[in-house]
């Protein structure tokens, strides 16, 4: 094997007082060491979560040499494993799996597929409701099935076979997303322009960001065999996606 790739966190504060955020940093880094890939950790702290991603992108590029920049929210938690298999990949944007509760109580994952027109009301992003995008909770159902189970955990979890091996299956080409677990290669970020995340109408930042990335000729990936716990008021996760969500995404199909 050659040169283990160097994996530098990107770490902000923001609206959140998360108890769990130390530890589930720790634990990341912890794996990072571990593997040979530990870059270091950049930190920035604003009122505008847009701005700390900015300006973890831009410390990246003029503080460090990594190849990589994983980028978390404070509000999840994500499997020890996750930059590191994220990493193995080898892709210029991979995001690993989260999930999020919507209007209706539903839960849909953070891949998302650029549709021009949404087919349903189930769309947009964040605060920024738009018709360009459709959630990709079809796709991922898919996924799950094709491994024969759901993942019956709401916290951080990677798929693995009868062995203990994580799957190396669960890649989804996807349009956009969040920015929960997003690992980003230094070629795609010295590529584009600052500010890297800014709104649009219609446009959260991190739908911009991959907006912008594919222009510019990357391809954007998800990968449903990591997955992180969403820490709202109860943890968001794969079981609560398939408990609430599973017979009206599966009913629909043609499998």
Known sequence: MGKHPSIVLGLYSGSYN??????NVLSLAWTLFESESYGGYLWATSCRVDSNRNYLINDFLT????????????????????PVLLADRDLPIVSGLYFKRDEHGLHFP???K????????RRGHGTAVNNLYRVMADEVTKVFMEWGDVPKTNGPLVVSDKDGVPVTDGL????????????????VLEAL???????????NGDLVFYKRAKAAGFKIYGDCRVIAAHMQMT??????????????????LDV
């Open 110 to 112: 953070q891949f998302y």
């Open 193 to 203: 322009e600052p500010p890297y995340l800014i709104t649009e109408p219609g446009l």
């Open 235 to 252: 943890p968001i996760g794969a079981a609560a996606f398939t408990d609430v969500s599973w017979n009206f995404v599966q009913g629909r």
């Open 18 to 23: 998360c108890n769990w955020h130390t530890p």
């Open 114 to 121: 650029f549709v021009k027109e949404a087919p349903d009301e």
């Open 172 to 187: 989804l080409e996807i349009d956009g997303g969040g920015f929960g677990c997003l690992m980003m290669r230094r070629d």
């Open 63 to 82: 503080k460090t040499t990594g190849d990589y920049l994983f980028i978390i929210d404070e509000d999840m938690i994500h499997p020890p494993q996750m």
